[in-house]
């Protein structure tokens, strides 16, 4: 009768046992590494129950999470925890589609709008609300410079002045135009100018007299030139403008401008 007894006991404790085996059994937390295949097999279930069970959308799961794996409880993550903490490798849209909810509304309830997060970050996944953007903390403005530290400041470049608003000596000259490459021409200028290695200067030919050598002079029609160079007809109020092609050239002709000698 005793022995009876004992083995009632033993019956007993092993049903215990069993029982608490199929509770413990019954959710299993996601390990850094897991996918709902791997669950699934080990637990001998479907993966379509798995995501049945735990609401998934997708088969995107992460760390932590507590899935159900027999149908009778509900994840701990749907249904527990209103909020979740971002681990390491997580993105928005794999957040979102763990908890059943769209990445507009998981922004949106956290106040995002950068799809940048960071581990340790505790996000609203559930029953959340709208909330305005989070402001960004301002920078720290910069410490002042020590007062024995001389401060200086980039120059600033000022833009040319028009010629109408320059004093200088206004007359009207007849104008023609010259090249480098013109008979007998050596290209350089009477000031030592090299128009052939310099195509793109502006110079004048000018009575000395008249004009000094090395003047700025406004041109109308030519801009800001140098009076550098001279030439036999070039006598009075004449002037020859320079001009690379000797196509321009004749297209300036002869003609009647104002100049002013700016110094």
């Known amino acids: 009768m005793k022995k009876h007894i004992i083995t009632l006991t033993a019956i007993a404790a092993l049903s215990v046992g069993a029982a608490t085996s199929a509770s413990a059994s019954s959710s299993y937390t996601v390990q850094s590494g897991d996918t709902l295949w791997e669950i699934s097999q080990d637990k001998n279930v479907s993966v379509e129950n798995l995501k049945g069970w735990n609401d998934l959308s997708s088969d995107l799961i992460l760390p932590s999470q507590e899935l159900t794996v027999d149908g009778k409880t509900t994840s701990k993550a749907k249904t527990d925890s209103s909020t979740y903490t971002v681990q390491s490798g997580d993105t928005l849209f794999e957040i979102a589609s763990a908890h059943g909810i769209s990445l507009d509304s998981l922004m949106s309830w956290n106040g995002i709008s950068s799809s940048m997060i960071y581990p340790g970050q505790t996000f609203t996944v559930k029953g959340g609300t709208a909330v305005a953007e989070k402001a960004t903390t301002p920078a720290p403005a910069k410490s002042a410079a020590p007062a024995s530290a001389p401060v200086t400041s980039a120059p600033v470049e000022k833009a040319p002045t028009p010629a109408s608003t320059q004093s200088g000596k206004t007359m009207t000259v007849s104008a023609t135009a010259y090249t480098a490459y013109c008979a007998g021409c050596s290209g350089t200028t009477a000031t030592g100018i090299d ?69």
């Open 195 to 263: 128009l052939r290695a310099n195509p793109n200067q502006k110079v004048i030919a000018v009575d000395p007299s008249v004009i000094p050598l090395g003047s700025k002079v406004w041109v109308e029609g030519y801009g800001e030139a140098i009076a550098g160079d001279t030439g036999g007809a070039i006598k009075g109020n004449k002037i020859d403008v320079f001009i690379p092609t000797q196509g321009e050239a004749l297209n300036w002709g002869r003609k009647n401008i104002t100049i002013k000698v700016l110094n």
